[in-house]
């Protein structure tokens, strides 16, 4: 079925960034297609899973599988490419990582995917790939390529004819509801510990503002269960799991966008995915 979104990302549970999204759209009857350029290869591997450094991988698809069934997503592919690490890792490094592949070979396999399923929205990650991990950037590159080589006759990837995509987004962290979450914390004398990530590099990244706001409260369940299915990165969420409930839907509960193309005009902020309104 042609149409609907496709969601390119670059790690499994980098999904979780727009989860309620994917629901939304398969609860309105529109198909999704999930598309990871890793496997999360370098992931962090909590106690008791049972994954190792060798295995950590065919875990982690798993682990995406199952929190895309959570949110009705079927159409799960993966680019043959292996987690990048950090920047200044060895993994940087390694040949088979995303950070290594020409370019021109990772927006051919985009293309191909966009061409085959000739979506109405593309959402990938934007410029600072949230926090600025490599491989994040480099998806957002490779994308933002993509989503105009696919509708280039010119471009011939081997198959599937031009389609333009009627939309682009990037997905954006909620920087401004964390923050505000954490205020109320405060307030309220309890204490998350210490963040995942660099949070201090991450808020001195340039971020756009959000254009596009997406009400998923009614997917907020399911978010959240598909959230929990990445059972080796838990760690990497634990603060969320000390936070009230009541807090953990303010900031959950609505997913914030920013469309690229068609331009949105100047304050507009759009509550839909799909169309070209704003």
């Known amino acids: 079925m042609a149409g609907g979104l496709l969601v390119v990302l670059a790690h499994p549970d980098d999904e979780s960034l727009v989860g309620g999204t994917m629901a939304r759209c398969v609860d309105e009857g529109a198909p999704v297609t999930m598309l990871c350029a890793t496997r999360g290869e370098v992931g962090e591997i909590a106690p008791g899973t049972g994954a190792t450094p060798e295995t950590l991988g065919p875990y982690r698809e798993q682990e995406l599988r199952d929190a895309c069934a959570v949110l009705g997503v079927a159409d799960v592919r993966f680019l043959p490419y292996r987690d990048s690490g950090m920047a200044g890792t060895p993994e940087n490094d390694d040949p088979r990582s995303l950070h290594q592949a020409p370019p021109d070979a990772v927006v051919g396999l985009i293309v191909r995917a966009i061409r085959e399923l000739r979506p109405d929205a593309i959402v990938t990650w934007d410029e600072t790939g949230g926090y600025g991990h490599p491989d994040h950037v480099k998806v957002h590159q490779c994308a933002r390529a993509a989503f105009d080589a696919a509708a280039d006759p010119a471009q011939d990837v081997g198959e599937g004819a031009p389609w333009r995509t009627p939309a682009l987004y990037y997905g954006m962290i909620?920087?401004?509801?964390?923050?505000?979450a954490m205020q109320e914390m405060g307030r309220r004398g309890l204490d998350l510990g210490e963040p995942p990530g660099d949070v201090d590099e991450m808020l001195r990244l340039d971020h756009r503002v959000p254009n596009c706001v997406i009400d998923v409260s009614a997917q907020y369940e399911r978010k959240m269960r598909a959230l929990a299915a990445h059972r080796t990165q838990v760690g990497s969420f634990g603060p969320l799991a000390k936070m009230p409930?009541?807090?953990?839907?303010?900031?959950f509960s609505r997913e914030h966008l920013y469309r690229v193309q068609p331009p949105v005009a100047d304050r507009a902020v759009l509550d839909a995915i799909f169309g070209v309104h704003g």
């Open 245 to 251: 409930e009541d807090l953990q839907r303010s900031i």
């Open 174 to 180: 909620p920087i401004a509801a964390f923050e505000s």
